[in-house]
C-alpha cells in the first residue's frame, strides 16, 4: 500500500477518537472543542454510572438525559469522521463559503455573542441533563429543623431552601421549565405570525385587511392582562403557558413578516416565479420568506427572552407554574421573604434567569449583525 494511502488511513482511524485525528492535522482549535464535548459527556456518564445503569428502570427524563449524552457522543465521532476527511482532500479546499458559513463566521467573531451561545448551550446542557447532574431530588423535603437555610456548600453548592430541598437541583430542573417555555412558546409564535403575516403581505387587498384587523383587535388587549385572564381561566401546567404566551406574542411577529412581504412581493424575482406559473404557496414559501428569514431568527431569538420572563414574572405572581414543581419564578417569589437571613434562596434562580435573558439579548443582537452582509461594511464606513 502506498505511504500517503497508509498516513490518510491512519488518520481516519484517529478520527475515531473525537479531535485526535485534527490535532495531527493542526486544527487544534476544532480538536479542542471536539476533546472537551466529548470527554465531558463521558465523564457525566462515569460519574453518573448508577443512574444510568438504572436508566432502564428509572424515568422518562432518566431516559431522555442519558440517551441524549450517547447521542451527543455519536455525533461527535461522525462530525470528527467526516471532517478528518475533508480536511484530508487532496485540494485542501472546501468550495466558496455560502451566506449562512460566512454569516456563522461574523457570529463566532463577535465575542460577546458567541460568549452568550455558549451561554445558552451550557444552561440547555444542565436543563437536559438534570435527572443525571442533579446530586439530589428537587422536590424532596429533608429534615427541616436541621436542613433549611443551609448556606452554600460542597453538598448544597446553591444552598437549601425554607424545606430542606436543594436549591442547585432545583435550578436544574427549573431550567428545564424555563428554557422549554420560552422556546417552545417562541416556536408557537414565530410560526403563526409568520404563517399570517406571510398571507397577509402576499395577498394584500382584502385578506391583508381582514388578517390585519385580526391582529390589531388581538394587539390591544395589553399582554401581560391578556396572560393574567387565560391563566386564571386555564389549568397552569407547561402545555398552557406554552399555548397562552405564544398565543398572546403572535401578532409582532405577524406585522413584522407582512411588512417584510410587502416589500419582497415587488422584487423582481418575485414577478418572474409569477410569470413562469409557480403557485402562490411556492412563491411565498420557497422565494419569499427566505429573504426576511434572517430578521424572523433575530425577532425570534429576542422573543425567548420575552417568554422566559413572562414565564418567571407569571410564576413569581403565583399565576404559573405551582410548587413543588421548581421554576425560577416561583424559586425567587419563595425567596424574596428571606432576603435578609437567606439571601441564597432568591439570589442563584434570580441571577440564573438574569444571565440568561442578556446572553438572549446578546446572541440578537450578533445574530443581526452576522445575517445582514451590510454589517461588515459598515465598520469601514
Known amino acids: 500500500m502506498p505511504r500517503m494511502a497508509t498516513e490518510r488511513l491512519a488518520v481516519r482511524a484517529r478520527a475515531l477518537v473525537p479531535g485526535l485525528a485534527h490535532w495531527s492535522l493542526g486544527s487544534r482549535g476544532r480538536a479542542a472543542r471536539l476533546m472537551l464535548g466529548a470527554g465531558t459527556a463521558l465523564g457525566v456518564l462515569g460519574w453518573r454510572r448508577d443512574r444510568v445503569l438504572g436508566a432502564r428502570d428509572g424515568s422518562l427524563d432518566l431516559k431522555i438525559a442519558v440517551a441524549s449524552l450517547v447521542l451527543f457522543l455519536a455525533v461527535c465521532v461522525a462530525f470528527s469522521w467526516w471532517d478528518a476527511g475533508r480536511l484530508l482532500r487532496e485540494d485542501g479546499s472546501t468550495g466558496s463559503p455560502g451566506p449562512w458559513h460566512l454569516a456563522m463566521r461574523r457570529l463566532r467573531s463577535n465575542r460577546l455573542a458567541a460568549a452568550s451561545a455558549w451561554v445558552i448551550l451550557l444552561m440547555g446542557a444542565g436543563a437536559l441533563l ?47 421549565v424555563s ?54 381561566v386555564f389549568d397552569t401546567n407547561v402545555p398552557t403557558l406554552v399555548a397562552i404566551l405564544g398565543l398572546a406574542a403572535w401578532p409582532a411577529t405577524a406585522r413584522f413578516v407582512r411588512g417584510e412581504m410587502l416589500s419582497l412581493r415587488a422584487r423582481d424575482y418575485a414577478e418572474a416565479a409569477r410569470a413562469i406559473g409557480c403557485s402562490p404557496g411556492r412563491i411565498m414559501f420557497r422565494h419569499l420568506l427566505p429573504g426576511a428569514l434572517s430578521p424572523i431568527l433575530v425577532t425570534a431569538a429576542l422573543s425567548v427572552a420575552g417568554m422566559i420572563g413572562a414565564e418567571a414574572g407569571l410564576s413569581f405572581l403565583g399565576l404559573g407554574i405551582r410548587p413543588p414543581t421548581p421554576s425560577w419564578g416561583n424559586m425567587i417569589a419563595a425567596g424574596k421573604d428571606s432576603l435578609i ?25 450578533g445574530l443581526r449583525d452576522a445575517l445582514d452582509p451590510r454589517a461588515e461594511m459598515r465598520k469601514y464606513v
Open 130 to 176: 438534570a435527572p443525571l447532574v442533579a446530586p439530589h431530588d428537587p422536590t424532596a423535603i429533608g429534615d427541616v429543623l436541621n436542613t433549611r437555610f443551609l448556606p452554600p456548600s460542597w453538598s448544597h453548592p446553591f444552598g437549601t431552601d425554607q424545606f430542606g430541598r436543594d436549591l442547585f437541583s432545583r435550578a436544574l430542573y427549573g431550567a428545564r
Open 179 to 232: 428554557l422549554s417555555v420560552g422556546l417552545l412558546a417562541m416556536l408557537l409564535a414565530t410560526t403563526v405570525g409568520t404563517l399570517v403575516g406571510a398571507v397577509a403581505g402576499y395577498f394584500g387587498d382584502a385578506v391583508d385587511g381582514i388578517l390585519m384587523r385580526i391582529v390589531d383587535v388581538w394587539i390591544a388587549f395589553p399582554a401581560f392582562y391578556l396572560m393574567l385572564l387565560l391563566v386564571g
Open 341 to 365: 437571613h437567606a439571601w441564597w434562596v432568591a439570589f442563584f434562580p434570580g441571577g440564573l434567569l438574569t444571565v440568561t435573558l442578556v446572553s438572549f439579548g446578546l446572541l440578537a443582537d
